[in-house]
């Protein structure tokens, strides 16, 4: 789609969408080419995920009858593009801004239900892979939270509090020093988007607590990772008591933070 990353070019190609000059499902296609091509200004592009959004409602429109062979792409198909755009450019706000959208529009699609864990598991995966990704951790924070439709049966297979732990577990042993991985915690801890009750948050932020002691401890002698993780958790614990969020004490000894 040659200056596909112009409007009026956008424009120009809803109108044969909407005349039928092109098929909806061939535009899907082309656009599928774009999204998954090694060239990332095209995968970033914010006229292209809009024109995206368009040709999906277009298609939502053509097939509103249950029962009926719909042209529409699963939720699975959808993802797909989705990682693969924002694993060829990074940070792709655009891309995770759009993944929002399409898991409201098709969550209730009997496919989609059913295949929950699936794409819980890609989700969560992607971001492990893609460790200093901070819009695909914010995407994941969102997909978490308590106000979404999927909530409920997301709780069937795993318990929020579990991810956050895990991905806790991760920063402090695995891959320590990543930026994006503790921002995601932070925002648990804190209650961006309801993920974790008021129990399991304070449970988090102990957790932080005794992992900032322990690096204090050895602070002058820690490998560059780890450096990193005493700032950022140092950072954290700071943002707590500042904003109000747990009356944690620097000075007190461990035993004495935990609940």
């Not at 909806?24 to 995920?49: C, D, G």
Request: net charge positive.
């Amino acid at each position: 789609m040659p200056g596909s990353i112009h409007q009026s070019t956008s424009n120009s190609r809803k109108q044969l969408v909407r005349r039928n000059v092109v098929p909806a499902t061939t535009e899907l296609n082309f656009l599928n080419l774009i999204f998954t091509s090694p060239l990332p200004r095209h995968t970033k592009s914010p006229v292209l995920w809009t024109h995206r959004r368009f040709v999906i409602e277009s298609l939502s429109f053509e097939s509103p009858q249950k029962g009926s062979i719909s042209s529409i792409p699963s939720l699975h198909d959808e993802m797909t593009v989705i990682l693969a755009a924002a694993e060829r450019h990074p940070k792709n706000y655009h891309a995770w801004t759009y993944a929002r959208w399409i898991w409201l529009h098709l969550w209730n699609e009997p496919e989609s239900q059913s295949r929950l864990p699936q794409l819980n598991e890609r989700i969560r995966s992607w971001c492990m892979s893609n460790i200093s990704d901070i819009s695909g951790w914010m995407f994941y924070l969102w997909f978490l939270g308590s106000d979404r439709p999927w909530r409920p049966r997301l709780e069937q297979y795993q318990n929020p509090m579990d991810a956050v732990w895990k991905v806790l577990y991760m920063g402090r042993e695995v891959v320590p020093g990543h930026e994006a991985l503790w921002t995601f915690i932070r925002g648990s801890a804190i209650g961006m988007e309801g993920v974790l009750d008021e129990d399991e948050r304070e449970r988090v932020m102990t957790k932080m607590a005794f992992t900032l002691r322990g690096l204090q401890d050895g602070e002058g002698g820690l490998p560059v990772a780890e450096e990193k993780n005493l700032y950022h958790i140092s950072r954290a614990i700071k943002f707590f008591l500042r904003a109000g969020y747990w009356p944690f004490t620097p000075n007190a000894r461990p035993e004495e933070t935990a609940v």
